[in-house]
Every structure is written in structure tokens, then in C-alpha cells.
């Protein structure tokens, strides 16, 4: 059965609310579509620097999730491994990709209209993971506000799945609104997780 752990977050956001546009051109997508690409495989395995690469091909096997709706995003996700699920209708910015062998695995990307448009990053990344988390059972074991980009992460585990699963959390801040992805995962999975998480900030979450 699919766990998802109830987490504290931040009341400085609203859920992104978008209307149906009812004008669509032949040749341009339906606003409420998605489009997933899928870019030939890149075999470069560079560092992460301040410098952002804006780019649509991903080393790792991830492919571009990119969002056209009224929050428009594009994030490397391992699509193979976590595919998109489309069993039941879910708020617009709202996704979930359950991993295919074990549902007890998966991945949340929400999209938001920022409600305070003052708050700098770096207020909202010390406010983010406090002590009020750990009272949550939500162990941080690592968190950084990333130099030259939009975003920052978290990493840890729950308390009391600590001996089975890791997450790995990163927020892109944006001037209008802010990009969430939660990530749970096997503790043998890792290595291959902080692979991914070079590639989600390098892309800073850059739609093009």
C-alpha cells in the first residue's frame, strides 16, 4: 500500500489554481497536457557547478517531465523507473510517479503560485527544516541552498522506516512561483538518488 508521510510545510505558498483555457491551436498543445521527452541517452557524467547548464538531455537515464500548464516547469526524472499515474484525477500541479516493482516507492512534484512574493530563498530554506521537522519523525541528515540557482534540498529518512527507505526533497524557488519535488526511495537506490539530484540542479527546473 502507498504511504505517503504527512509532512509540516511551509503556509507561505497556495495551491496553483488554473483555469481550463477553452481556445486551443491546431499546431500547440492543450494547456492542461503534459509532455514527457524523451532525449537521446548522454553518457557525461560532469560535476555540478554554479554555472547552470540550461539543457534537455540528462545523464542517468532521466528524461525531461516537462509541465505546460499555468506553472510551466521542466524536471529530469527517472520516467522508466517512475512512471506517471494516471489512475485517478489529481489537482493541476500535482503529480505522482510510483516506482514499477515496489508502490511503497515514489515521487511528488507540485506546483505552486508563490502567496508572498518578498520571501527571499534563503528565509525560506532556514525556515524549512527545523526542529518542528524532526518532531514530524522526519530525520534531515543533509540540506543546501545551492549557489547560482533557484533551489535547495534536503535529504534524510523517516524515524521509524529508517532501516528501508531514504527521500530526497528540493525546492526550486522561482520569482512567481515555487516547484516541489519529494522523492522516496530504497537505501540500496541510494548512490543512484544523489546521481539524480546533480541532474535536478543543474536543470533548476528551467522550462524551454
Known amino acids: ?8 510545510f511551509s503556509t507561505l505558498f497556495v495551491l496553483v ?28 557524467l560532469q560535476a555540478v557547478s554554479d554555472t547552470i547548464t540550461k539543457q534537455k538531455t540528462f545523464a ?34 500535482d503529480f505522482l510517479f510510483i516506482n514499477r516493482k515496489n508502490k511503497d516507492f515514489y515521487i511528488t512534484v507540485n506546483a505552486l503560485f508563490r502567496s508572498d512574493k518578498k520571501v527571499k530563498i534563503e528565509d525560506y530554506f532556514k525556515n524549512s527544516y527545523t526542529e518542528e521537522t524532526e ?19 534536503a535529504k534524510g529518512f523517516w524515524s521509524n522506516l529508517g532501516d528501508k527507505q ?3 526533497e528540493v525546492t526550486w524557488l522561482r520569482s512567481d512561483d515555487v516547484v516541489v519535488l519529494k522523492a522516496n526511495y530504497a537505501i540500496k537506490d541510494t548512490a543512484i538518488w544523489d546521481q539524480y539530484l546533480s541532474e535536478m540542479i543543474r536543470s533548476d527546473s528551467d522550462y524551454q
Open 1 to 8: 500500500m502507498l504511504r505517503l508521510p504527512v509532512v509540516l
Open 17 to 44: 489554481s488554473c483555469s481550463d483555457g477553452n481556445q486551443k491551436a491546431e499546431d500547440e498543445p492543450a494547456k492542461d497536457s503534459l509532455i514527457c521527452i524523451m532525449p537521446p541517452p548522454d553518457t557525461s
Open 60 to 93: 542517468f537515464g532521466l528524461e525531461s517531465f516537462d509541465c505546460i500548464e499555468q506553472v510551466t516547469f521542466s524536471i529530469p526524472l527517472p520516467l522508466k523507473e517512475y512512471p506517471l499515474d494516471e489512475s485517478e484525477k489529481r489537482e493541476r500541479g
Open 135 to 153: 518532531a514530524e519523525a522526519k530525520i534531515v541528515t543533509e540540506k543546501k541552498l545551492v549557489p547560482g540557482t533557484s533551489c535547495f534540498y
Open 166 to 168: 531514504r527521500f530526497t
